[in-house]
């Protein structure tokens, strides 16, 4: 027998979100991961032009 006390599926959690924040935070992050993935393509065709990707 399992006396263990069940939990329960869901937990809701509210919060009061200031969306306009949250959305300009998700742009700067989405801006630098952008600015990343540029910089890691010119370097990738820069360093080796003759490299094949397998």
């Known amino acids: 027998m399992n006396n263990k006390q069940q939990r329960p599926d869901k937990a809701y959690i509210w919060v009061n979100i200031d969306f306009d924040k949250v959305k300009h ?5 989405t801006c630098q991961i952008d ?7 010119l370097s990738n065709q820069t360093v080796n032009p ?5």
Do not use: D, E, L, S
Request: proline content about 0%; cysteine-free; overall charge positive.
């Open 35 to 41: 600015r990343v993935i540029q910089k890691y393509q």
């Open 50 to 54: 003759g490299k094949r990707n397998n």
């Open 25 to 29: 935070r998700i742009n700067a992050v």
